[in-house]
């Protein structure tokens, strides 16, 4: 009989998709469950490709100090005692830890629960003020809590649904595949969405305003005056259940269409009928995401959302409702334990009373009593040297912190720092005193909470590899160490959630939304078994769905708040000399610092190196040239980039992915080029705005570097790294004093200098191929002219043979086998599909998206790819001429 598939749940978006995972003959399987609420057995392509990413290559196994193998116990006791020695001579304000909404509720719970009851500060803070901490301050100014009122299920029963600042085609894949089958069987609902990108997300648009880059307070303001003009109001609602309409009515009264059109750079008549149909449709669900939250007035544009739903009273109705749409799979985990700086715990903030009786309930020998540094903040401190000991937990500050430079330094000189993560090398670890080797997803135990506040099972299906630990045993550990026994002798993390959900109802009586106490009392077992619900539970098993469903809000009064906002542009504005402003954000197929992603080959098919997009007349206007190399600068640093076409960016914006970083490109690091600017209130840095000039790199040679084993060390200008089927691909560029001797030869290629080769200094071009008892080894191109390159394809091919053909080793250092025919870009990554291929089946007759999955697979499995599918559709349907 087979054993019966592990049901888990995906690490990556806050979608939280159920997943099941069972052993196949040749390894792993992973596939959608079809019995979780979240996803009903979709994936997207990063959750498809998880079984590739289990392997313990690069994994951190072993305890290290210094660089040198420990045994676990040596590098306990260390951090302890340092942790110790320096609070006991700088007081507990000179520690900190810096965590992440990756890490399971159990780890998070104890984490925080160290630092503010134990340590006795409040100076634990969280990757998610990167992500989520302007919507927790809008949803507290607006509904008293930190409360998303609305569920998955809105986005289908909604009639306009309206994404703003969300690329979620490829950030919430499974949810806008949700959206987008709901739109197909029901021909009244509209998609608004506002992005100044025209993005994958657009694609099932009825209408996209690209509006310039961060005035949407301007735009919602607008739409809030239209409401009240046009008799969009709900008045009745307003009067029983919200306070501040008046002042903030008042605020909006004269803002005219055209105002709002000139501020957001849109045409009006694509306001106007934003306007009509969000004042037309009661069932409206706005989702939104990093385009608001990142930005230097983030927590405003929160609210200047929240101001039109309250004012229609659309908030926690079925299919309407605002939706602030988390990032991390534990997003909001993190929020309910409390692990940002600024809360206590269990939506509890620091006030005398709260102080009092989380004191009491963990029996706290020293609590924090006032809110620690947020996370700017604290890397600042870090570099002053006021912090002196740093723990960072699942996060790489080093890559994704705005001004990275300057949290490299901080890294750097910081006293004492310990890293747990489950990767050895990663920018921010290769500054560790202490590396502490994490168990990863697939090891570990726990619960995480997606968007619509559904708490679902972690459950391990692997044993622990090496000495790997969980986060929680680790926390712990260094806690009793610390001196704290008794108060972290758990043994499991059922005993951590049990005590999380006591603490949520402590005392609470209604006060808190926020309340898991019918799961207090769940035991080993039943924690086991618990199955996806959304908080707050009526009883274990059943949750609810929506909330605010009565117009009741956790205020002293009552009742919401909307405010008056005053808009305010970007903190940096493009100049002569910067010229352009930098977008920054995710790609498809990449998680973040690619320290997972980055296992898979095939989620390189899609982007497989660091990009900057741009339009093509900007491109035209500044000299620069598809595919060729760009530096991107300003005053704080630089990235080198490959450039981009794109009709789909905004004249006069750029896009860069946020994912590279040193392992993977010689200088791709763009959090290096965005300044420490944070909204006053929630503390987010603002990373879609920042002034950027681009300038063409014109390298003295291109090339390529495919090779069986990764050389790692490569020092020339531009290098990208990309894993392959069955090698790494490196692309390369460099100045006239790169060009590599013997030397660097020997090392990019592997062995001695037995090797096939081409060497014509003439025409500035070397070709080797290094072939070991007729398998391919390495294979190296450098050319003058990049036009001289032949396509990568076939050559990668050739890794997969045990033994080169005859023809196949006539061809190496051509690059081609002669009659070889390549697929171009792959855009369906689970079939392998290449845009060739689609392009091909497209002029064979195939007129649909359903068409190609027939013809070629193509876009039938994670179905990530349909808006990529729909684009080729709709370009073929263009004639040439009328193309950009
Ligand atoms: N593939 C993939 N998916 C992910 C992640 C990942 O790394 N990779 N990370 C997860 C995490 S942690 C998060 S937080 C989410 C983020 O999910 P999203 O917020 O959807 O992703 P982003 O790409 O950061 O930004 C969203 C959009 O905001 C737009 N934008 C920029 N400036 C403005 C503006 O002024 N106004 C408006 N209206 N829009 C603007 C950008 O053009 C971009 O398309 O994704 C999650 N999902
Ligand atoms: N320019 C720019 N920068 C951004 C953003 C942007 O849009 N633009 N977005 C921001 C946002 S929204 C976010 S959420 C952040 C994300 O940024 P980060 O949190 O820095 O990115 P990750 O690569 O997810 O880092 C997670 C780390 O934890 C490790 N890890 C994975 N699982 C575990 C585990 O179980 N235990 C432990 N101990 N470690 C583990 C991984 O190997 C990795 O090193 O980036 C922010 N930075
Ligand atoms: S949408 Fe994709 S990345 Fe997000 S949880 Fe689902 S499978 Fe994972
Ligand atoms: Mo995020």
């Not at 399987?29 to 313990?56: M, Q, Y």
């Not at 810096?98 to 629960?113: H, I, M, R």
């Not at 969280?126 to 609305?150: I, Q």
């Not at 405010?563 to 995710?586: C, E, K, S, Y």
């Amino acid at each position: 009989m087979k054993p019966s598939p592990i049901r888990t749940t995906c690490p990556y978006c806050g979608v939280g998709c159920g997943i099941l995972v069972s052993r196949e003959a040749n390894g792993w399987s992973v596939r959608g469950d079809p019995e979780h609420p979240a996803n009903r057995g979709r994936l997207c392509s990063k959750g498809a490709a998880l079984a590739e990413t289990l392997d313990l290559d690069s994994r951190l196994l072993h305890p290290q100090i210094e660089g040198r193998r420990v045994a676990w116990h040596s590098a306990l006791d260390t951090v302890a005692r340092r942790f110790r020695e320096i609070i006991a001579e700088h007081g507990p304000q000179a520690v900190a830890f810096y965590v992440s909404g990756q890490l399971l509720t159990e780890d998070y719970y104890v984490a925080n629960k160290l630092m503010k009851g134990f340590i006795g500060s409040a100076n634990i803070d969280t990757n998610s003020r990167l992500c989520m901490s302007s919507a927790v301050a809008g949803h507290k100014r607006a509904f008293g809590e930190d409360v998303v009122p609305a569920c998955y299920e809105d986005v289908e029963l909604a009639d306009l649904v309206v994404l703003v600042g969300s690329n979620a085609a490829w950030t919430h894949p499974v949810l806008y595949q949700r959206l987008a089958a709901t739109k197909q069987a029901r021909a009244q609902m509209r998609v608004v969405v506002i992005d100044p990108r025209r993005t994958a997300t657009a694609e099932l648009a009825d209408l996209h305003l690209p509006l310039a880059p961060g005035t949407d307070a301007w735009l919602f303001n607008g739409l809030l005056a239209h409401l009240r003009r046009a008799g969009g109001l709900d008045w009745g609602y307003l009067q029983t259940h919200v306070e501040g309409f008046g002042e903030t009515l008042a605020a909006v009264e004269r803002l005219t269409l055209s105002e709002v059109a000139a501020a957001c750079e849109l045409p009006e008549a694509d306001v106007a009928t934003f306007y009509r149909w969000f004042a037309q449709t009661t069932r409206s669900v706005t989702l939104f995401s990093q385009g608001i939250n990142q930005s230097s007035s983030g927590v405003d544009k929160v609210n200047s959302i929240l101001n039109v739903h309250l004012a229609t009273g659309r908030v926690g109705q079925p299919g309407a409702s605002p939706f602030s749409l988390t990032g991390q799979p534990n997003a909001m985990g993190g929020r309910e334990v409390g692990g940002l700086a600024n809360q206590l715990a269990a939506h509890m903030d620091f006030t005398p009373e709260t102080i009092e009786r989380v004191r009491r309930f963990w029996r706290a020998p020293s609590m924090a009593t006032a809110p620690g540094l947020k996370t700017v903040e604290l890397f600042e401190a870090v570099r002053a040297g006021d912090i002196r000991a740093l723990w960072v937990i699942a996060t790489n500050p080093a890559v994704s912190l705005p001004q990275v430079d300057h949290v490299v330094e901080a890294l750097r000189r910081c006293e004492f720092l310990v890293v747990s993560d489950v990767t050895a090398r990663t920018d921010t670890a290769r500054h560790a005193h202490v590396l502490l080797p994490a168990a990863a997803w697939g090891e570990k135990d726990g619960t995480v909470t997606n968007s619509e506040r559904r708490i679902s099972r972690q459950r391990a299906f692997l044993s622990l590899p090496g000495e790997a630990r969980p986060d929680w045993w680790i926390v712990c550990e260094v806690a009793r160490r610390m001196g704290f026994s008794s108060d972290f002798a758990y043994r499991s993390p059922a005993e951590i959630f049990r005590e999380h959900a006591r603490l949520s109802s402590l005392e609470n009586g209604g006060t808190r939304l926020f309340d898991l106490g019918p799961l207090a009392s769940l035991d080993d077992v039943a924690y086991d078994r618990l199955e996806p619900l959304q908080w707050p539970p009526t009883s274990r098993s059943v949750g609810t769905a929506r909330l605010f469903t009565d117009g009741r809000y956790p205020t002293p009064t009552g009742k919401a708040r909307m405010l008056p906002i005053q808009p305010r542009p970007p903190a940096r504005r493009a100049d002569t000399a910067h010229p352009f402003v930098l977008n920054t954000g995710r790609i498809r197929d990449q998680w973040h610092t690619m320290t997972r992603t980055g296992k898979a080959a095939r989620l390189f098919a899609h982007i497989g190196e660091p990009c900057v997009e741009m339009h093509p007349r900007d491109l035209a206007e500044h000299g620069l040239r598809p595919g060729g190399l760009a530096r991107v600068y300003n005053t704080q640093g630089e990235a080198l980039v490959r450039v981009m076409e794109s009709a789909a960016q905004r004249p006069g914006s750029v896009f860069v992915p946020m994912h590279w970083n040193d392992q993977y490109t010689a200088r791709g690091r763009v959090g290096a080029l965005i300044g420490a600017i944070t909204d006053p209130i929630s503390g987010q840095p603002e990373f879609k705005h920042a002034p950027v000039a681009v300038l063409a790199y014109a390298a003295d040679w291109q090339g390529f570097l495919l090779t069986r084993h990764d050389p790692q060390a490569i020092c020339v200008d531009y290098w990208a790294r990309v894993r392959g089927q069955d090698c790494w691909r490196y692309e390369l560029a460099g100045s006239l004093a790169q060009w590599p001797a013997e030397e660097t030869l020997r090392l990019w290629l592997g062995g001695g200098r037995e090797r096939i080769e081409l060497r014509d200094p003439a025409a500035g071009r070397y070709r080797a191929a290094r072939v070991e008892t007729g398998r391919l080894q390495a294979v190296l191109f450098l050319e003058r002219q990049a036009a001289a390159l032949p396509r990568r394809q076939w050559l990668e091919s050739l890794f997969a043979r045990e033994r080169l053909g005859e023809d196949e080793r006539a061809g190496l250092l051509l690059g081609h086998p002669g009659r070889a025919q390549d697929s171009g870009g792959i855009i369906c990554v689970c079939h392998g599909v290449g845009e060739r291929a689609i392009v091909a089946a497209i002029e064979g007759g195939a007129r649909s998206v359903e068409a190609l999955g027939l013809a070629l697979k193509a876009g039938t499995c994670c179905g990530s790819c349909i808006p990529e599918l729909r684009a080729l559709l709709t370009r073929a349907r263009v004639p040439e001429t009328t193309a950009a």
